[in-house]
């Protein structure tokens, strides 16, 4: 059972174990193991223990060794991983997350996953219930001698020439990251966790910080042209075209959180609050449109090309820089133009 442990796994494992063999004698006591394991992760019940211990110590002299403490690690994270697995294709199937899954909806996806069944094979698993719908606790019992199969369907995203639907694919990536290891608590982490999951730990994944990723969700069809961070450091906004558009992505949750099409190209935009809810964007229309949290909030014309915008958050003035002399201004508080500010230059490119 110990040989499907990777060899970080073991390390880590072994740096957690060495913890409580204060004497150095390879062993720890039974009483310390259920500490150990959580050390790691893993939350096994009392009676769980009690059955570990039963199974390793049955010479009855107390203590555990490192070979032992290895075999029961590695059948605990298979049987962790199962269940976690089963729960996450449960919640695939359940698409309106009322907790059911309806016979149609059963077979459909088990025949897009290469399992064709019968009237009579979907009846005899829903026949425990007498019921056209199956809860997560049903799934669990019916579901485990097919489980194999499906987790193995699951992690290779398909079989022959059937097609999987793309949440299943994306699930299917998950199960094939790496898992991690808290240093700090041996806590267990997923590939991109940012910090440890553990409040109190308060850990920062350093792999995580010297690895560089591709961010798809912020991909445009032709180019992006601007990139900024919110103040407050949760969001990155982007710009792009075409068609010309804005996405703003949310590092906490590591995912998009809206993207919105606009109707000329963006030459340059600026954050007016502390996240995403105010936004001016200079667009190549000559228009300055002004947004809030949840879509287009006012749009208006200046007399010339724009090419740069900038924000006086103490004044609340919004200055562009155009085609002309004198640099626009536009105070947000009371609506409307102000006087120019006066400069030698024929034009303007850059306002800040």
Known sequence: MADRLTDDQISEFKEAFSLFD????????TKELGTVMRSLGQNPTEAELQDMINEV????NGTIDFPAFLNLMARKMKDT????????AFRV????????????KLRHVMTNLGEKLTDKEVSVWFLAMNSLKMTLLLLTITFRKSTVNLVLRLMGGGTRSNLIEPSLKILAQ????????CRKCYARLDIRAVNCRKKKCGHINENYLQRVDLIHDLG???ATS???LSPDGEYVIASGIYPPQVKVYELRELSLKFERHLISEIINFQVLDDDYSKIAFLCADRSICLHAKYGSHYSLRIPRMGRDIAYDSWYCDVICAASSPDPYRINLEQGRFLSSLSTQSPALNVVS
């Open 22 to 29: 204060k004497d150095g004698d390879g062993c720890i006591t």
């Open 81 to 88: 991983d199962s269940e976690e697995e089963l729960k996450e």
């Open 226 to 228: 601007r990139i900024k």
């Open 220 to 222: 445009f069809e032709t």
């Open 57 to 60: 110590d049955a010479d009855g």
């Open 174 to 181: 998950k199960y094939r990251q790496k898992k991690l290891i």
């Open 93 to 104: 199937f359940d698409k309106d997350q009322n907790g059911f899954i309806s016979a149609a």
